[in-house]
Structure formats: structure tokens, C-alpha cells
């Protein structure tokens, strides 16, 4: 069975968040995103700063701020993330459902306590264990699964290196075996090096245990390195969703602005893609990437869609000829 044919386990249908400003000014950050991510698949929401992927993803753990208004339907289980209350994100979603691996494991983690401890609670707190002993193991065990040493649970978040601290919030991601885990910006701040033993690390409970792993990031290195799928994302909207292999490999990603990013690392051809995104208040009617693009034509002045796997929102993308050439 290929992973498009697999059961998803989350469901993103149309979402779309808008942020309502004072003087009544709506800002349009997310738009009629759609997207699926299955068990034992890691699909990669990529895109510069800005572009809306992580109020996305605060969309879908019920964490937007006062002002944001939703539209659509993000499925997980029997539960629609965007008309699910408080009390129900809370009490179901965030650490059963969704295991949450923070862009800042620092600040995620509570300076005063050992790992131990915190593990031990958040055992606890998601999983009603009440024996020490089994809260022991089941910490252990989460830790285990993340690769964090287990000589090093005693120890409190100050005295870890950024790896082991990311490793840390990892094995508390895990402590609920939620079917989708989400990682928000993983590498931010990491060398290379760590870089890699961190995604690597991420990948584990996708291959070892079918979990489903949401990754948003602005690295496209870290995302070839993770993904089975990659979901590109610009001024707030999906323009591109492809199969990992043959978006980073051969033939390529098939829309301008894509190919524009992964020409953009230091690895290829360095070579910037010219602009600046347009203002999310104030986005043009038709395709907000024309300003930048260079097979941009009349026809762009009409909004291009994406609604479904494997598709690229452009009116004219790149085909087969023109990525051998
Ligand atoms: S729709 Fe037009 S402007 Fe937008 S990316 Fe495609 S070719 Fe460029």
C-alpha cells in the first residue's frame, strides 16, 4: 500500500484563518489550505517566515489568538480541530492526539525540574498512572524512544546541550503515543550537524512506531532529509504538494516559486529568488507569486488552485521538458 493510499490521520479540507485587526482591516494568513498526512508518513509544510505555516499549525492545536477566525475543517479521529472547544483540545487533543514538538525545547521544558520528574508528570497527567513504577517505565520508555540518555534524566534543562534538550521535549511529545506528532521549526538554531541527528531522531517513531509526523519548517535541507512528502507554502496559501523524492530529486518541484527556493540554498545554485513576498492585508487578486515570477503572463492577474495530492497551484508550471532541461 503506497502512503497516499493510507487511512489519513489528519484531514485538512479548506482552512482557512483570518486575523481581524483594529478598524476592522482583515488579514488573510492561511487560505483554503487541504492536505492529508498518514500514519508512518512525514509530510514537510515548508515556506519562508511569514508565509502562514505556523498559524497553521496553531490553528490545528486550537492556539490562535483572540482575533483569528477559521473556516474549514482540519479531521483527526472523530473530531474537527476548528470546532473543537477549549475544554476538548485540552482534555483530548493536546498530548493524546497531537504530540507537540516545540520550535523552543528550552522554553518548553521547566528549568527547575529534572527531565525525570517532568516526564514522570506528564505520564501521569496523560495516561491517569497512578504506580510509581509504571510512571517510571513509561518515562523511561518515551525517553528511550527519543534517544535521550537515560544517565542524563536527572539532570535539570540548563545543564543539557540544545541537542539533548530538543531530545528532552521530543520524549514528551511521545509520552501520550498521540497518532499525529507535530514539530514546529525542529532545527531552528542548530548547526548542521545537529540538524541531522535531530531529524533523524524525528523520523524514528514515524518508522518504528506508524506515527504521523507534521514537520513546518523553513529548512529545506531538514525537510529532504525527513519527508515522504513535501506541501510548499507562499503568502499564506499551498502552491505546491509533491512527493519528496521527486521534488528534491528528479523531475523537480514544478512550480516558480518552489524551484525558486530550492535554488536559493547555498547547495544549488545560491541564486535568491528576486522580491519580497507580498503583505498578507494586502494580497493581489490573482497569483501572489507574479510580482516575482518570471513566467508570469496575463493570465496570473486569475487565482491558480490547489485541491488535491501531487498538484501545483500555477497556470503555468514546469513540465517534464523543462525540468531536464
Ligand atoms: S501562476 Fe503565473 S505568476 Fe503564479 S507562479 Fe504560476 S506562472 Fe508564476
Not at 260 to 279: K, N, T, V, W, Y
Not at 314 to 325: G, I
Amino acid at each position: 500500500m503506497t502512503l497516499t493510499e493510507r487511512q489519513p490521520v489528519l484531514s485538512v479540507r479548506g482552512l482557512s484563518v483570518r486575523f481581524l485587526m483594529p478598524g476592522g482591516r482583515r488579514i488573510a494568513a492561511v487560505t483554503d489550505a487541504h492536505f492529508d498526512v498518514a500514519a508512518g508518513e512525514c509530510l514537510a509544510l515548508v515556506g519562508e517566515s511569514g508565509c502562514g505555516k505556523s498559524v497553521l499549525a496553531s490553528a490545528l492545536l486550537g492556539l490562535l489568538p483572540a482575533n483569528a477566525q477559521t473556516a474549514g475543517e482540519a479531521r483527526l479521529g472523530d473530531l474537527d480541530l476548528l470546532s473543537t472547544d477549549e475544554q476538548t483540545l485540552a482534555r483530548r487533543v493536546r498530548g493524546r492526539l497531537i504530540g507537540l514538538i516545540p520550535q523552543s525545547p528550552a522554553a518548553h521544558l521547566t528549568p527547575v525540574r529534572t527531565i525525570r520528574s517532568q516526564l514522570e508528570e506528564t505520564v501521569a497527567a496523560l495516561t491517569g498512572s497512578r504506580g510509581r513504577a509504571a510512571r517510571a517505565q513509561a518515562a523511561r520508555s518515551a525517553a528511550e524512544r527519543a534517544a535521550f540518555p537515560p544517565d542524563h534524566l536527572d539532570r535539570h534543562p540548563h545543564q543539557l546541550s540544545g541537542g539533548l534538550a530538543q531530545r528532552a521535549a521530543t520524549s514528551l511529545a511521545l509520552v501520550g503515543d498521540a497518532p499525529l506528532l507535530l514539530a514546529d521549526e525542529p532545527t531552528t538554531g542548530l548547526d548542521r550537524d545537529l540538524v541531522d541527528r535531530t531529524v533523524d531522531e524525528l523520523r524514528r517513531p514515524v518508522d518504528t512506531a506508524g506515527q504521523a509526523l507534521l514537520v513546518i519548517t523553513h529548512d529545506l535541507a531538514a525537510a529532504e532529509r525527513i519527508a515522504d512528502r513535501v506541501a510548499v507554502m507562499y503568502a499564506g496559501r499551498l502552491v505546491e504538494l509533491a512527493d519528496a523524492q521527486a521534488f528534491f530529486g528528479s523531475p523537480g518541484p514544478r512550480h516558480p516559486y518552489s524551484r525558486g527556493l530550492l535554488q536559493a540554498l547555498p547547495d544549488r545554485a545560491f541564486s535568491p529568488i528576486p522580491g519580497m513576498p507580498p503583505e498578507l492585508g494586502e494580497l493581489p487578486d490573482g497569483c501572489a507569486f507574479a510580482a516575482r515570477c518570471a513566467r508570469a503572463t496575463d493570465t496570473c492577474a486569475t487565482l491558480p488552485h490547489l485541491t488535491s495530492a501531487g498538484a501545483v497551484a500555477c497556470h503555468h508550471p514546469y513540465v517534464q521538458e523543462d525540468l531536464r532541461a
